[in-house]
């Protein structure tokens, strides 16, 4: 007789795999530490190994030179950013409230990019691959973003999906832009609330998928 009901044992990283992701993850706070203190021509792979606590050899074997750092401190920075349009995507409904919400959250995500972004900018000029290669890399990244805000086709019923996507695109766009001056450039800001202009703006640009507010009450 067939068994019912057995749960399949859920697949579990091997050891060692977990250990060199750990490792890589420390590598490029390292790095990050390191960048921020030193110029990126001045900075040293060894300078690296002694922020993480590593040696010189387990530097060179996740990352060829200082140039791969920053691919990864870039591929980073964007996986971070994935997740905060993720969390808005997931939610089950989008009202000014659960906007508002979003953007609260997503500030936090910003402000643990923001030294990313700063080094990444910084060592952009001698670090990064080449133009084409870094266009690719960004359009593809915010490619998966706009996917993400427009995937539940039930929420952009009655709206041209070119028309959603550009919706989406410029959100996105509007919504890094500004964490990026705020946060990581610390631009200065008189007003008391800035992320209640940029919920208004959101909102504006998502109209067409948001519901009311009241329609939860």
């Known amino acids: 007789m067939q068994e019912t009901g057995r749960m399949e044992p859920t697949p579990r990283r091997n050891l060692r795999e977990e250990q060199k992701i750990l490792t890589h993850r420390r590598l490029l706070e390292a790095a990050v530490t390191v960048f921020t203190e030193k110029p990126f021509l001045e900075a040293r792979m060894e300078d690296i190994a002694q922020a993480a606590g590593v040696t010189r050899v387990t530097v060179y074997a996740h990352f060829p030179g200082k140039a791969e750092i920053v691919d990864a401190l870039v591929e980073r920075l964007y996986g971070l950013m994935g997740e905060a349009y993720a969390d808005l995507a997931a939610l089950p409904r989008w009202t000014p409230a659960d906007i508002r919400a979003w953007?609260?959250?997503?500030?936090?995500?910003?402000?643990?990019?923001?030294?990313?972004?700063?080094?990444?900018?910084?060592?952009?000029?001698?670090?990064?691959?080449?133009?084409?290669?870094?266009?690719?890399?960004?359009?593809?990244?915010?490619?998966?973003?706009?996917?993400?805000?427009?995937?539940?086709?039930?929420?952009?019923?009655?709206?041209?999906?070119?028309?959603?996507?550009?919706?989406?695109?410029?959100?996105?766009?509007?919504?890094?832009?500004?964490?990026?001056?705020?946060?990581?450039?610390?631009?200065?800001?008189?007003?008391?609330?800035?992320?209640?202009?940029?919920?208004?703006?959101?909102?504006?640009?998502?109209?067409?998928?948001?519901?009311?507010d009241s329609a939860s009450v």
């Not at 923001?114 to 060592?123: E, H, L, S, T």
């Not at 539940?152 to 410029?170: H, N």
């Not at 946060?183 to 067409?208: G, M, N, Q, Y």
Request: hydrophobic share 45%; net charge negative; glycine share 6%.
């Open 103 to 212: 953007l609260d959250e997503a500030a936090v995500h910003w402000r643990e990019m923001a030294p990313i972004r700063r080094v990444a900018n910084a060592a952009a000029p001698t670090a990064l691959r080449s133009l084409g290669d870094g266009r690719t890399q960004y359009v593809e990244a915010h490619e998966r973003y706009v996917g993400m805000l427009v995937g539940d086709y039930g929420r952009w019923r009655g709206v041209d999906p070119a028309e959603a996507r550009q919706r989406a695109l410029m959100a996105v766009l509007q919504t890094e832009s500004f964490f990026s001056a705020w946060i990581a450039v610390e631009w200065p800001l008189e007003t008391k609330d800035p992320l209640r202009l940029l919920a208004d703006s959101l909102c504006h640009l998502l109209a067409p998928a948001l519901e009311d």
